[in-house]
């Protein structure tokens, strides 16, 4: 959803990135699908903001009622639509996270994991307010980024991309402190535990933090009504 991954990282090259991970990472991945899984099991309808290829999306669906996914980038819904094949409970659409065209409450849950609330690009206050917007009262609402214990994995994976021409060269002297800098212009940060609570709570939501595998961090709310909004 970032411009940088609109442009570069679109359906089969965005494929090859996961194909380069490391054992390590590869566990960090399974294990952060699993969390999804784990939490959203017996929802009725579920929201994936970025599905990409739809990697996530194909694990989640058997285990739920119905599984849509957005994305900004056509590449990545025709190659969404092919690596789901024929599952009959799984719709994708082109939309932007920040103006979804969904209405009030229409999900059981939304989830936002590897690290989109950085990579997209956008207003992080916009993403999660649409992602608030469209999850019922009393639906769950899951965000995740790196946990800062995978950053010599998450360096070394990226160098891998980068190798592979699939992102420009690091840069060295920026790349530190959980946050990735390419010479071509790319940055991605991550998003910290107090980040993700002031993020929600100034939706007037609670998020609980999970540390999972010692990977990757998870934001989850369970939606309530905002103060601001009762009468």
């Known amino acids: 959803m970032g411009g940088y991954y609109r442009k570069n990282l679109v359906g089969t090259d965005l494929q090859r990135v996961y194909e380069l991970a490391s054992p390590r990472i590869r566990r960090y991945l399974r294990a952060e699908i699993q969390n999804v899984v784990d939490r959203v099991r017996g929802s009725g309808r579920i929201l994936e903001l970025g599905c990409g290829y739809g990697r996530v999306l ?21 190659s969404a639509a092919s690596y789901l094949g024929t599952r009959p409970n799984c719709d994708l659409a ?37 992602a608030l917007r469209v999850t019922r009262e009393g639906g769950r609402i899951l ?58 709570g100034d939706h007037g939501q609670r998020a609980q933090i999970r540390e999972i595998d010692r990977s990757s961090v998870f934001a989850e709310v369970t939606k309530r009504e905002s103060p601001r909004q009762v009468r």
């Not at 694990?59 to 996914?69: M, Q």
């Not at 229409?106 to 207003?123: L, R, S």
């Open 58 to 78: 194909g694990e989640v669906a058997p285990h739920v009622g119905r599984a849509v996914g957005i994305d900004i980038t056509r590449g990545n819904l025709r």
């Open 94 to 130: 082109l939309m932007n996270a920040v103006q979804l065209g969904f209405g009030d409450a229409q999900f059981d849950a939304t989830i936002c994991v590897q690290n989109g609330i950085c990579a997209f690009g956008v207003n992080p206050s916009r993403l999660v307010a649409e």
């Open 143 to 200: 965000f995740s980024t790196y946990s800062p214990r995978i950053w010599p994995d998450r360096l070394e994976w990226f160098r891998s991309q980068a190798e592979a021409g699939l992102i420009g060269a690091l840069d060295d002297s920026q790349t530190k402190e959980g946050t990735i800098v390419c010479q071509d212009g790319l940055r991605l940060p991550t998003a910290s535990a107090e980040e993700f609570r002031a993020l929600f």
